[in-house]
């Protein structure tokens, strides 16, 4: 026969036989715990060295990026017509910029306009239109307005002292262009300046048969032949091909006699720069 044991001496034996079990599995619990942190770290340092990476790219690249599609939508832009009642740096919420020269001039967004005050007579009043956010302070941009368009703008004088107003093309960052002004007396005359200058000299100039209180003014500007317009009249078409590219277009406003005291005012409204096929 078989000796039975004491059921203390089994229920001893089984407990230390389940406590090694219990043992052996802790161990193996922590072994793989082990070899989890180790798979974890092995793999978590060229997890953040990558998103570090991918980090430093966007920080360094995302801005040049974000510029050249900028271009490309200001490119595409530049082929389309662009019609704005109230033109000015903060009248126009298109897609269109201005720039307005605010040194010694006062600008004020209108129901009926761009009302635009000059205070120096011996100054010149502009806001500058382009299809580049950055064309006033570089000439770097792939942006440049195309050879060939029309631009046109209502002009209304309010001022009763003689002044002029007109509109700018073949502009340069550097200086030069050309211009078409038109005076509240009748008068009008097309103006160029020469490369990296500012003095316009007067090419050709006429006079209506009455004064102006608010008209059209029209320009279609190409390499080499301008061509003005007073109310859809045809009052001039000049061989010029000094300039061919622009970088903006400029509404004008100036004072026509330099000895008047007077501040200068006048409205503009519904630009619309359309350019040919």
């Excluded at 001039?105 to 306009?113: I, K, P, V, Y």
Aim: glycine share 8%; proline share 4%; net charge negative.
């Amino acid at each position: 026969m078989l000796a039975q044991r004491p059921a203390a001496q089994t229920q001893e034996t089984s407990a230390t036989q389940l406590s090694g079990a219990f043992v052996g599995n802790d161990d193996l619990a922590r072994g793989k715990v082990r070899w989890g942190c180790r798979v974890i770290y092995g793999v978590g340092i060229p997890l953040m060295l990558c998103v570090q990476v991918v980090g430093f790219y966007f920080y360094m690249y995302q801005p040049a990026l974000e510029q050249q599609h900028k271009e490309q939508v200001q490119q595409q832009l530049m082929y389309l017509p662009y019609l704005v009642h109230v033109p000015g740096q903060h009248c126009d919420n298109k897609q269109g910029y201005w720039s307005d020269d605010e040194g010694k001039n006062l600008f004020a967004c209108r129901q009926d306009g761009l009302l635009m005050t000059l205070k120096d007579p011996n100054y010149q009043d502009q806001t500058a239109f382009s299809f580049n956010s950055v064309v006033q302070s570089t000439s770097g941009s792939n942006v440049v307005i195309p050879h060939h368009y029309r631009i046109q703008v209502k002009a209304t004088f309010i001022s009763s002292n003689s002044a002029c107003v007109g509109l700018l093309f073949h502009s340069y960052n550097s200086g030069g262009g050309q211009e078409f002004l038109v005076c509240n007396d009748g008068s009008w005359n097309y103006d160029r300046a020469e490369t990296g200058e500012n003095t316009f000299n007067q090419l050709v100039g006429s006079s209506l048969s009455s004064k102006l209180k608010s008209f059209v003014l029209t320009v279609d500007v190409t390499d080499t032949n301008q061509t003005l317009y007073i109310d859809n009249k045809e009052v001039a078409s000049e061989l010029d091909s000094a300039y061919s590219s622009t970088d903006e277009i400029d509404l004008i406003l100036e004072e026509g006699d330099q000895n008047s005291v007077k501040p200068v005012t006048a409205i503009f409204s519904d630009f619309r720069y359309s350019p040919f096929p």
